[in-house]
């Protein structure tokens, strides 16, 4: 199951929370508590973000909050790093301490605002290990408990951190004293019945009505195809009825659904019309119902065939529509009338994997992303995967590889890069490591860390004097020396 899709934009409110690794604990101690606020609302300030409610348990958290601008990623990437980078280095470890990326629900802040913010100052007292302590114990409990901003608004205490409480106080009553204590009754009266907040979410991501979903929908359809990771959610949201799809096809085609949802194969329909007509169904459903809908369910609404006829049907349109532009126009037409443009989807596995190899050459200039890539495994096998591609002869008989190898051609990728390319790429991310590391590049012939890397820098530099080192990588390799590569402008110690 894919993740839910970020949404962001100006003015809206997310509820935020995310657990330790394997659900173990985190926070051990007061100063790691301390630490994390305080990123959190060093990272408020610098992206323009309102923190309305937050609880701390030892092993999750959960946050309230409201983005000014559209900038929920930097924000929590701003102090996720900074906590882990300082609680890894005090702890002498390494690897992932929170389970996997942030959760993120969008909410209706006039509709669940105050359910919401209840649901978090109670999170502790809350749960299995509370079942058969006494409503006053736990009420006890929570009063004193200070890693939660409910003693704030209840006015049990002063603010340590800039924590905005206005906003949903303001609704409890004309002064702040009567705030305080409304909030702190509605709170308590939490402890008496158990309601989540969260029962009607949709799609993992959005808490609101019926018009608020509209809208996030809205908002969604131009962020989509940014957030192809979550692909899959996005498309849930976003997708139409099938009967829409249906609908779409009969007047595109001008033929009725009778005539084109029938039992068997495209190939037994006679009239090549009616014929195209279902295969277009068939792409359409395929490419837009899918968030909503398997394959097999389709299928059964189709005739009851498969769904690898489905997906056969469509990869055949996909094809053709490469080499016929009347098709391709029907295709075009068949979503425009259910108000969706094809390049507005969330795109498919390989343009996902097409998106990250160009933001990985935005950033290093190239393409050769080495096998062990560490911040994004994936990348490494894919790129192979296209090396591999290329090395079927038969490949190019495929319209649609022969266009993937254009887009990638339009990138600048190697199709030749093969075993020792990938060493070479693998040995350079290391020196790059070495660099940053002691801050120059002059790795010992037997550093005993890694004997191999300082024999190959040398074998680079003998290459360079030889002029048989390629123009890019000696460029890279200048790049990082800070000046001419080769000759005799660097000194190799062992």
């Known amino acids: 199951m894919g993740r839910p899709p970020r949404i962001e934009g100006e003015d809206l409110w997310y509820h935020v929370f995310n657990r330790g690794n394997e659900k173990r604990d985190v926070f051990f101690s007061d100063s790691e508590l301390t630490y994390f606020l305080d990123f959190l609302f060093e990272s408020a300030e610098t992206f323009n973000v309102e923190v309305h409610n937050y609880a701390l348990m030892s092993n999750h958290f959960h946050l309230f909050i409201r983005t000014l601008e559209p900038n929920l990623c930097r924000f929590i990437q701003g102090f996720m790093n900074k906590f882990v980078k300082v609680y890894n280095t005090k702890r002498e470890r390494v690897g992932r301490l929170f389970q996997g990326p942030y959760r993120a629900i969008v909410v209706d802040s006039n509709e669940y605002g105050h359910e919401l913010s209840r649901y978090i100052h109670l999170n502790y007292v809350r749960g299995h290990n509370w079942e058969n302590v006494s409503v006053r114990k736990r009420l006890e409990v929570l009063n004193e408990y200070p890693w939660s901003s409910y ?3 209840a006015g049990m205490e002063e603010p340590r951190w ?6 949903i106080l303001s609704d409890f009553g004309a002064t702040p004293e009567k705030q305080r204590k409304q909030y702190a009754r509605y709170v308590k009266e939490g402890l008496l019945k158990e309601i989540d907040p969260f029962a009607n979410v949709v799609a993992r991501s959005i808490l609101g009505g019926e018009g608020f979903v509209h809208s996030i929908k809205e908002l969604l359809k131009g962020s989509a195809r940014h957030d192809a990771t979550a692909a899959h959610i996005s498309l849930r949201l976003l997708s139409p009825e099938l009967d829409e799809v249906i609908a779409s096809v009969e007047k595109e085609y001008d033929v009725l ?21 279902r295969n277009v169904f068939l792409w359409a459903a395929a490419k837009v119902c899918t968030g909503r809908l398997t394959l097999w369910e389709i299928g059964a609404r189709a005739g009851g065939i498969t769904a690898s006829a489905i997906a056969s049907a469509r990869q055949r349109v996909e094809n053709q529509k490469l080499k016929s532009s009347i098709l391709s126009e029907h295709c075009r ?6 108000g969706l443009e094809e390049s507005a989807l969330p795109a498919d596995r390989w343009s996902r994997m097409y998106m990250r190899l160009e ?6 200039g190239h393409c050769l992303v080495p096998h062990k890539y560490s911040p994004d495994p994936q990348l490494g096998k894919w790129v192979e995967a296209q090396w591999a591609m290329i090395e079927d002869k038969h490949a190019t008989d495929n319209p ?3 266009n993937r190898i254009k887009k990638l051609d339009a990138l600048g990728f190697s199709w030749k890069l093969g075993e020792s390319g990938r060493k070479w790429e693998e040995m350079f991310e290391k020196l790059k490591a070495f660099t940053l590391l002691f801050g120059h590049c002059n790795v010992p012939n037997k550093w005993e860390p890694n004997p191999q890397l300082g024999a190959w820098v040398d074998e680079q530099r003998k290459l360079a004097d030889q002029f048989r080192l390629e123009s890019n990588r000696k460029e890279r390799l200048e790049d990082l020396f800070g000046g001419t590569f080769g000759g005799t402008s660097h000194t190799f110690y062992s």
């Open 151 to 153: 003693r704030v608004y």
């Open 162 to 167: 800039p924590i905005k409480t206005s906003e």
């Open 400 to 402: 649609e590889i022969r």
């Open 257 to 277: 659904r009778d005539l084109f949802l029938v039992s068997g194969t495209s190939r037994s329909i006679k009239l090549a019309h009616i014929r195209e007509a």
């Open 359 to 364: 933001d990985y050459n935005k950033k290093f």
């Open 333 to 338: 037409s068949v979503l425009a009338r259910m």
